[in-house]
């Protein structure tokens, strides 16, 4: 029996990704047999983190990704893009969890997944099939102050009741008071329909986005030479509140009871730290120094006028534009102006239209949208991920 976890949410940013990935991490950290999945296409964040990549770093061919070592990325709401893994991953053989990431809506994906209109019924069906299989399903939503975000957990634990558990994520990025709409409402009743209710810490923004950029897994950063010192403590810091956050429903989650104390052996390796340099002082030669030209006065500042008596204030002549004379050597007529001085409007419509015929408009053809999907036998292992040469992800 294996255990299937699924990072799960109706609205975007909430910080699923964010869980997900410090998840798996401790998974790896604590040598955990578990298979990861990346549900999410065009964010991708457990995947490009997670990927199994050849020895230049670039990522491997998704048929040659192994979830047990790297991770398979998949479409949740594409059929020809691998949504089957999210069922066909039940079949995994010799894991002891199944961690999906999955993306923004998952209503609407579950009930495209199971076939059916009614969301519910397409919940109930999903974890009776994981039963089927003898795997247990936990549903993590991770959730902000918002309403929208947090009517997902107690619907789900009110829907499954004792066929799944579920876990409410509580973003640690906002302050306590803030779920005051949670903990009045919505915490009463996930709490009486079996929800088990954590928090995730909060996470530096600065140092969260360093990742990002190296592309560092959060025990990695630790240990990265090209993040700050500060930077790597707080990564640090944040991995062993982590790992504490978790530990009230680490048997549901399958980790380890120490995996606490393996985030607390890391250490941060100090030697490889690169003072910053002194630049030495350099003596210039007094015969080398140039001495700057003193600024020339105004002659308006020589001589000030003596002061008199205020003269009156003259009001400006005001007159209409002529249009200009033509030169003499010139036989081209002169355009008209209008009595303003600015030319007529239908000249600058006439140019526009003569421009816009000469250079065309719209895109070239077969320049790829931004956010599409690569066509069959598109890819070829690059660092973006796609499939490769050959057929679909779809086991």
Known sequence: MATIVCVVGDKGGTGKSTWARGLADLYRLSERSAALFDGDW????????FRNSDEKG?????????????????????????????????????????????????????????SVTNPAVAVKEFAACAASMGHR????????????????????????????????VRNGLFEAASFGV?????????????????????????AAILCDQRMARFTAAVADDRLALADRL?????????????????????????????VGALRVETSSIVEPAVVPAVEVPRDEIVAEPEEATPAAAVAEPAPGPAAEPVSEPTFELEPPAAPEDQDRPVKPRSPSGRRPLSEFIARASRVAGSLGTGAAAGDPADGAKPAKGAGNGSDDGFLPAGDKPIM
């Open 42 to 49: 065009l964010a991708r964040s457990l995947f490009k983190f």
């Open 234 to 262: 707080r990564i640090l810091s944040w991995l062993r509140r982590f790992a504490g956050s978790v530990m009230p429903v680490a048997d549901l989650l399958c980790l380890p009871g120490d995996v606490a104390e393996r």
């Open 137 to 168: 399903l936990v549903l993590v939503n991770v959730m902000t102050p918002s309403p929208s975000d947090f009517h997902t957990a107690p619907w789900l634990a009110e829907t499954l009741g004792t066929g799944a558990t579920v876990v409410a």
């Open 58 to 114: 670039r990522s491997l061919p998704l048929d040659r990704q192994d979830p047990r070592q790297g991770c398979i990325l998949y479409d949740a709401r594409d059929r020809r893009f691998g949504r089957d893994f999210l069922l066909n991953s039940l079949a995994f053989p010799g894991v002891e969890v199944i961690l999906h990431d999955l993306p923004a809506g998952f209503r609407t994906d579950i009930a495209g997944l199971m």
């Open 182 to 206: 949670w903990q009045r409402e919505a915490a009463k009743a996930f709490a009486a329909a079996g929800g088990i209710e954590i928090e995730m810490p909060r996470l530096d923004t600065d």
